[in-house]
């Protein structure tokens, strides 16, 4: 019960916006990068890191809120490549509206940029870039077949 | 049995589209020097974005063998230097030809041609990356000369920017071959392959594994990969295949080379039982064939194949 009214106090509940919950830990900051929250926004936004989970067994997991807005699909799409387990809520009046899992697909497209540059998907030809989802998280690129292990973070685009 | 239409990556095939397509080349092998007409109505557009005379010659004449026909664009005055598209020349060609083969520096061309064509396109090889073709005419050198089943292989010279090498060590695996890398370590295969290919032998010393092995696939160690000269000839001499590497081999034991070679291996060899890169060239042929008619037709039927030649000569 203590621990719960701590955890009340870090961050108090939003009006209007997203909670993403469930964030692997350490991984926060990267949701930030990827829904473009930098040094100069103007949006209110919670960061919670490291605070432990039921859900995940106990284990750390962190925590955004972010005041005045709604995550598209494809935003909840990159978040799902670097915290497969968040969650998404959507609150409205302090109301959670909706709430889903990110969701992870076998495909990807468009949402990162392949490495290779000698690949097709970064010349002037129409195409998008295009990954085949693999666990435990690899990326390879349905063009130039090349492989994306680690630091998928600096490949969004 | 086989339902793709486009040859893009051997990723693409499971082993039993592989050995169906070995298949399929064993029965037209005969048709390969005799010729046939049962594509006599088809045309097959090469387009070599970059220069590739043995690939290019070598679909030519399975074309030709075939009794088709086929148109060549070349990089030089093309298109693509008056700011074509790919994408714009595959639909142009869509509207000449019946299949489409292609040969582009840049990774990933063939499979995005193939996503835009509603003609086959058969992947000629793109920039390092896929060489599909090469690799089944590879392994049925491998079935016809030697086995494909648990092989043992080593691949010697510059597996990091070989071309063919990387798809041939992926299809390796699937009939679950020992592979050995042989490779000057500025030269040896990336990391993120081998990760992929899981479970292989690395070294720079050939007579480490020169005893151990049916298959010695060796490729060209480029000079441009090198800065020094003097460094390219001393990697160069290290890798050069003569008769003294050869001491003790096994005896069914085979030499294979993509070709064109340079100097890694000594003219000697050639006369050797072991050479078998000139009969690899030639299985380029009724590989290449196998996998026209099996992209072109309704279904790869070769007993009509022969029939027809044999009332042709009749």
Same mark, same amino acid.
Request: net charge negative; glycine share 10%.
């Given at each position: 019960m203590l621990e719960k009214q701590k955890d009340e106090l870090r961050v108090r509940s939003i009006k209007n916006g997203t909670v993403i919950d469930h964030i692997t830990a350490g991984s926060a900051l990267n949701v930030l990068k990827i829904l473009g929250v930098k040094g100069g926004t103007h949006s209110i936004v919670s960061v919670v890191m490291n605070v432990p989970s039921k859900k995940l067994g106990s284990k750390a997991k962190d925590i955004v809120k972010i005041e005045d807005r709604e995550l598209n699909s494809d935003e909840v799409d990159k978040i799902a490549l670097i915290a497969p387990n968040a969650t998404i809520n959507i609150i409205r009046d302090y109301e959670v509206v909706q709430k889903s899992s990110v969701e992870l697909h076998d495909k990807i497209e468009n949402i990162v940029k392949c490495p290779? !540059?000698?690949?097709?998907?970064? /010349?002037? #030809?129409p195409v998008t870039s295009k990954f085949a989802v693999i666990y435990p998280l690899t990326l390879r690129c349905l063009y130039c077949e090349r492989i994306i292990k680690n630091n998928i973070v600096e490949h969004l685009i | 049995m086989f339902e793709k239409k486009h040859i893009v990556s051997m990723r693409d095939f499971s082993r039993e589209e592989v050995l169906y397509i070995l298949n399929c080349a064993e029965k037209i092998e005969p048709l390969a020097r /005799? %010729? /046939?007409?049962? !594509?006599?109505?088809k045309l097959l557009a090469l387009l070599?974005? #970059?220069?590739s005379t043995r690939t290019q010659l070598s679909f030519d004449t399975a074309m030709k063998r075939l009794g088709g026909k086929t148109l060549s664009l070349s990089? #030089? %005055?093309?298109?693509m230097l008056k700011g074509e598209t790919l994408a714009d020349t595959i639909k142009v060609i869509e509207g000449y030809a019946d299949a489409i083969v292609l040969r582009h520096p840049k990774e990933g061309a063939a499979r995005m041609a193939s996503e835009l064509s509603t003609i086959p396109v058969l992947n000629g090889g793109d920039g390092a990356g896929h060489h599909p073709t090469q690799t089944l005419l590879d392994l049925y050198t491998m079935q016809k000369e030697s086995r494909l089943q648990d092989l043992d292989i080593a691949l010697l010279g510059d597996l990091k920017y070989g071309r063919t090498v990387h798809s041939l060590a992926y299809a390796l695996k699937m009939f679950n071959a020992n592979i050995s890398l042989v490779a000057p370590e500025e030269l040896q295969m990336p990391k993120y392959i081998v990760d992929d290919l899981g479970g292989v032998t690395i070294t720079d010393d050939i007579d480490e594994v020169i005893k151990d092995i049916d298959v010695l696939y060796v490729t060209r160690i480029q000079k441009e990969r090198f800065p020094d000269p003097n460094e390219y000839h001393r990697v160069a001499s290290s890798y050069r295949i003569s008769n003294d590497t050869l001491a %003790?081999?096994?005896?069914n034991f085979i030499i294979m080379h993509p070709l064109p070679r340079s100097d890694e291996i000594a003219p000697e060899i050639d006369n050797t039982k072991y050479a078998k890169y000139f009969k690899q060239s030639f299985y380029g042929v009724p590989v290449r064939m196998a996998l026209l008619l099996l992209v072109m037709q309704e279904r790869f039927d070769v007993r009509k194949t022969k029939r027809r030649t044999q009332s042709s000569f009749d």
């Open positions: 290779n !540059l000698n690949c097709i998907s970064n /010349t002037n #030809e | /005799t %010729g /046939t007409n049962i !594509l006599h109505n070599f974005f #970059e220069p990089s #030089e %005055g093309s298109s %003790g081999v096994r005896n």
